[in-house]
């Protein structure tokens, strides 16, 4: 996820392809954790490891799917940025850092939370995809005035800086999401607020 900050900014090509092969390495981790999973499922564990099973399937499929939307993100970068010799405004180049370096942390704080099953920082967690959502919801606006304002680079790379705000708000609720269990299993979260993922429920 580091990388992919360098790319938006420096569009390296080079470095695009080699996160984007790492894609491929993420999906057969997944796959031979979900088979891993798949086996020790059908040993009738107790309630305890029952929930830990849920947590980590979660957590597995949460990071896959982030490395899906990451492989996403770089192939637009490279299509409508760096082959057409385009680059971001130096305002909308800020905000993107700022919701960047806001992954950043809210992704070690969920792996914190996903180790050591922390009720207080699953709570923060929380708190903070509500913060990213309405910080993406504020740049969506600011670009838009860019826009009105006849911003050359802004109109040239609208529909690309909409769709990455975007796109890095989906990975931050996926990143969040790994507090969704801890809080349940606390009752803390509203029932209508968690959901096994479908993947996950397939595989019970």
Known sequence: ???????????DVKLASELRKLDDTVDQLYSAIKYYLTKISREAPGEEESRRWTDIISFTINMEQIGDIIERILLDIEEKKIRKGRNFSDAGMAEICELHQRLIDNLRLGMSVFLNGSLRDAQKLLEEKVRFRNLERA?????LTRLSENTVQSIETSSLHLDLISDLKRINSHICSIAYPILDSAGALAPSRFRVPEDAAGLR
């Open 139 to 143: 740049y969506a606006d600011t670009h």
């Open 1 to 11: 996820m580091v990388g992919m900050l360098r790319v938006i900014k420096e569009n």
